[in-house]
């Protein structure tokens, strides 16, 4: 018990050496969970977000080649996909079906590709609920001709004016700006003139914009896609809401009507989603749903499905020469691969950066000790002349890096997290560009407890390997010699 005392108090009378190596394992620590934390909110907030838009976080696919060789993407039955479910134990909140195809949609000579989106809506109640709607409503959808779109969509098909200036526009700006400012004599920021009257003016198309959207409601738009059996079809729909969005990618009609249209059975579909309560180890939990599939479908190896979006998926399995039934199970994460891919890189740039402060830190250490045991020497020798052991000369030191390792990096960590819950508690619904990545209008934070854990050993270790060398030259010293030492 009497080394940790010793040690704290020896850490303790160079207090100006310990605050500033502390200092900076605890600025490295910061940054780590700061930027991890961060990203991993974010991830998280997407991920609930784009759930309801994809349909779930883990994807069911039934895949068969047609007699002329063409790919049919059809599900009729999936009781054995459910019982499978079932026999996991994993639980969920929400099951959906929906039939999905690649669609061109049509309004007055102007076209759009998306994906339109056929949902069982009385299935499927949280879907409209999560829709952030402008003008119209998502509700009572079932059975009807509506569809639900974008405002991007509604103003790429001219359906309200535009927002956003042309670069063409810009220019005549800049012209007359310069026009003014020649015939005005006065001298001023030109850029900043331009940036001022561009704000103003896509601010009063927005708010154009916003009156125009409750008029299009009600407006027929068309949609032409191909049948189950590669024929080309049309279809009108009546707009029924116009909604906030940050990825224009799908449009949403009811499935059974969309069925219609496309030759297909109206109890069937093409993508079955699994909504979890919990999805993290998302991946973890898709290869547990396979392995309860085994059997009982053939299915595709998760590894070439890992990492791929499902088209992409459609693409690689179509140019495959097969016969019969091929079952795909893929997850939210697979779809959001790129995006997710980023987020990633940016935590391991972090993780980087935290190792390299630790390196310069640990340079430090190994100097800073050596120069301690340079410094203690007689105190050294008196120890070992006491009757202090070797080991326990060098545990001194060990425990000393210890201490200052943990509280070095506590603190930090302590921050960071801190640091992380204030920003949570800003409001920034207001900023619709960020609704995505963001918990109920708010920066989330997620901080792997792992993490922290590993982090922390990780500088300790290093800590501990810094210091063992002037540790062993400290426990191998004579007492007389030390003892005899002159400085």
């Given at each position: 018990m009497i080394l940790p005392k010793i040690a704290l108090r020896n850490l303790n009378r160079q207090k100006r050496r310990s605050i500033l190596l502390g200092s900076a394992l605890s600025f490295g620590m910061f940054v780590l969970v700061v930027v991890n934390g961060a990203t991993g909110g974010l991830v998280t907030s997407f991920q609930k977000n784009f759930t309801d838009l994809v349909a779930g976080h883990i994807l069911f696919l039934q895949l068969e080649k047609d007699d002329e060789g063409k790919l049919v993407n059809v599900i009729e039955d999936d009781s054995a996909l459910m019982a499978a479910i079932e026999s996991t134990g994993l639980k969920y909140t929400a099951v959906s079906r929906r039939t999905r195809q690649s669609a061109t949609?049509?309004?007055?000579?102007?076209?759009?590709?998306?994906?339109?989106?056929?949902?069982?809506?009385?299935?499927?109640?949280?879907?409209?609920?999560?829709?952030?709607?402008?003008?119209?409503?998502?509700?009572?959808?079932?059975?009807?001709?509506?569809?639900?779109?974008?405002?991007?969509?509604?103003?790429?098909?001219?359906?309200?004016?535009k927002k956003k200036m042309s670069y063409a526009e810009r220019a005549v700006l800049r012209?007359?700006?310069?026009?003014?400012?020649?015939?005005?004599?006065?001298?001023?920021?030109?850029?900043?003139?331009?940036?001022?009257?561009?704000?103003?003016?896509?601010?009063?198309?927005?708010?154009?914009?916003?009156?125009?959207?409750?008029?299009?409601?009600?407006?027929?738009?068309?949609?032409?896609?191909?049948?189950?059996?590669?024929?080309?079809?049309?279809?009108?729909?009546?707009?029924?809401?116009?909604?906030?969005?940050?990825?224009?990618?799908?449009?949403?009609?009811?499935?059974?009507?969309?069925?219609?249209?496309?030759?297909?059975?109206?109890?069937?579909?093409?993508?079955?989603?699994?909504?979890?309560?919990?999805?993290?180890?998302?991946?973890?939990?898709?290869?547990?749903?396979?392995?309860?599939?085994?059997?009982?479908?053939?299915?595709?190896?998760?590894?070439?499905?890992?990492?791929?979006?499902?088209?992409?998926?459609?693409?690689?399995?179509?140019?495959?020469?097969?016969?019969?039934?091929?079952?795909?199970?893929?997850?939210?994460?697979?779809?959001?691969?790129?995006?997710?891919?980023?987020?990633?890189?940016?935590?391991?740039?972090?993780?980087?950066?935290?190792?390299?402060?630790?390196?310069?830190?640990?340079?430090?250490?190994?100097?800073?000790?050596?120069?301690?045991?340079?410094?203690?020497?007689?105190?050294?020798?008196?120890?070992?002349?006491?009757?202090?052991?070797?080991?326990?000369?060098?545990?001194?030191?060990?425990?000393?890096?210890?201490?200052?390792?943990?509280?070095g990096t506590i603190p930090g960590a302590l921050l960071g997290i801190l640091t992380l819950k204030l920003v949570g508690l800003a409001k920034l619904d207001s900023i619709t560009e960020l609704s995505l990545f963001l918990d109920n209008g708010r920066i989330g934070s997620s901080v792997s407890p792992a993490l922290l854990v590993g982090s922390i050993l990780t500088v300790v270790i290093f800590t501990l390997l810094a210091a063992m060398l002037p540790a062993r030259k400290a426990s191998r010293m004579l007492p007389a010699q030390a003892l005899r030492t002159q400085f």
């Open positions: 949609v049509l309004f007055n000579g102007e076209a759009a590709s998306r994906v339109v989106s056929g949902v069982l809506w009385d299935e499927e109640p949280q879907l409209a609920a999560s829709f952030d709607v402008i003008a119209g409503s998502a509700e009572n959808m079932s059975g009807s001709d509506g569809i639900v779109i974008s405002d991007m969509l509604a103003e790429t098909l001219g359906l309200v004016a012209r007359d700006v310069k026009i003014r400012w020649r015939a005005g004599g006065k001298a001023f920021d030109l850029d900043k003139e331009i940036d001022r009257e561009v704000k103003e003016t896509e601010a009063a198309r927005k708010a154009e914009q916003d009156r125009q959207f409750p008029g299009i409601i009600g407006e027929e738009v068309l949609l032409q896609f191909a049948t189950i059996s590669g024929q080309q079809n049309v279809g009108a729909f009546r707009i029924a809401a116009v909604v906030r969005a940050q990825f224009d990618t799908s449009v949403f009609v009811d499935r059974g009507f969309l069925n219609e249209l496309m030759d297909m059975p109206p109890e069937s579909y093409t993508l079955f989603g699994l909504t979890l309560e919990d999805f993290s180890n998302l991946d973890m939990k898709t290869v547990q749903v396979i392995q309860a599939l085994k059997g009982k479908y053939n299915l595709v190896p998760y590894d070439k499905v890992r990492g791929k979006a499902v088209e992409a998926l459609l693409s690689d399995i179509k140019k495959e020469d097969f016969s019969g039934t091929k079952t795909v199970v893929t997850n939210l994460n697979n779809e959001l691969a790129s995006f997710t891919g980023i987020i990633l890189g940016v935590q391991a740039g972090s993780f980087g950066l935290f190792l390299i402060i630790v390196a310069v830190v640990m340079v430090g250490l190994v100097n800073t000790f050596r120069i301690v045991v340079y410094e203690r020497t007689k105190e050294i020798g008196t120890m070992r002349a006491l009757g202090t052991q070797r080991s326990q000369i060098r545990n001194l030191f060990l425990l000393e890096a210890s201490f200052l390792a943990v509280g």
